[in-house]
């Protein structure tokens, strides 16, 4: 099921995550244009801290559809029973054929007399790896989460100074990482769109100006040859 405008529609019609501690969740949105137009989208949340959303912004050809991934940052405990009150909003309105995807303009949301902007909102969903999510499961949960806590206290009460600043490291290290990954990753979306729309502009342009290069040596060299005096025996 999903939720639908004069614009575009968007499945599902609620974030699913499957949650865990300590790992990071994904969950894809599908974006469709259901009108002859070039239509602008962007995605909001109320917790931008908590969710890595890739693309959060873009345009969809007439008729044609796009794929959003949202990653919920790795959590450090559950949720009060399950429950998330986090929020997405979707916005979108129609754009010029010739808006680049990349460069979308900062006021084309911006909500004007002339402008119609649809909007759409969507509630997540936090599930269980086992796929239960009633009681029992929530507060074995919490047990182990409880027991688990109090086992890593009482290594850290026994670990000396130089042992704990390592694990402290160890964890921001791998923090940068994950960060490095994902800023990767948003370079390499940013590179395959621009290589689809203007690889074959710059393939174009690329050889013309080696052509015309390689044409400027031959004329410098024959002007130089048919320039050079002849040799007088």
Same mark, same amino acid.
């Given at each position: 099921m999903g939720v639908g405008g004069t614009l575009i529609s968007v499945y599902p019609e609620e974030l699913t995550f499957l949650f865990e501690l300590d790992k990071?969740?994904?969950?894809? /949105?599908? !974006? !469709?244009?259901?009108?002859e137009h070039h239509v602008a989208f962007k $995605?909001?949340?109320?917790?931008?801290?908590?969710?890595? $959303?890739?693309?959060?912004?873009s345009i969809v050809q007439p008729w044609d559809s796009?794929?959003?991934?949202i990653t919920l940052q790795a959590q450090k405990e559950y949720p009060p029973d399950m429950q998330c009150k986090d929020k997405? /909003?979707?916005?979108?309105?129609? !754009?010029a054929a010739s808006t680049d995807m990349d460069e979308i303009p900062?006021? +084309?949301?911006? %909500?004007?007399?002339d402008k119609v902007i649809e909007e759409m909102k969507l509630k997540v969903v936090y599930t269980l790896p086992s796929g239960g999510s009633d009681d029992s499961s929530v507060s074995s949960l919490g047990s182990r989460s409880f027991k688990a806590a109090s086992d890593d206290l009482t290594m850290l009460k026994n670990a000396s100074i130089e042992e704990i600043q390592t694990i402290q490291r160890l964890k921001d290290e791998r923090d940068n990482m994950l960060q490095q990954n994902q800023q990767m990753q948003?370079? /390499?979306? $940013? /590179?395959? #769109? #621009?290589?689809?729309? %203007?690889?074959? +502009?710059?393939?174009?342009? +690329?050889f013309a100006a080696f052509a015309g290069l390689i044409g400027v040596l031959v004329g410098l060299m024959m002007s130089l040859i048919f320039s050079s005096p002849p040799s007088t025996a």
């Amino acid at each position: 099921m999903g939720v639908g405008g004069t614009l575009i529609s968007v499945y599902p019609e609620e974030l699913t995550f499957l949650f865990e501690l300590d790992k990071p969740c994904y969950c894809n /949105l599908k !974006v !469709v244009n259901n009108s002859e137009h070039h239509v602008a989208f962007k $995605v909001k949340t109320t917790s931008p801290r908590k969710y890595f $959303v890739r693309p959060n912004a873009s345009i969809v050809q007439p008729w044609d559809s796009c794929t959003i991934t949202i990653t919920l940052q790795a959590q450090k405990e559950y949720p009060p029973d399950m429950q998330c009150k986090d929020k997405f /909003l979707i916005q979108s309105t129609k !754009v010029a054929a010739s808006t680049d995807m990349d460069e979308i303009p900062p006021d +084309t949301f911006n %909500k004007e007399a002339d402008k119609v902007i649809e909007e759409m909102k969507l509630k997540v969903v936090y599930t269980l790896p086992s796929g239960g999510s009633d009681d029992s499961s929530v507060s074995s949960l919490g047990s182990r989460s409880f027991k688990a806590a109090s086992d890593d206290l009482t290594m850290l009460k026994n670990a000396s100074i130089e042992e704990i600043q390592t694990i402290q490291r160890l964890k921001d290290e791998r923090d940068n990482m994950l960060q490095q990954n994902q800023q990767m990753q948003r370079e /390499l979306d $940013v /590179l395959r #769109r #621009r290589r689809s729309r %203007k690889g074959d +502009t710059g393939f174009s342009l +690329t050889f013309a100006a080696f052509a015309g290069l390689i044409g400027v040596l031959v004329g410098l060299m024959m002007s130089l040859i048919f320039s050079s005096p002849p040799s007088t025996a």
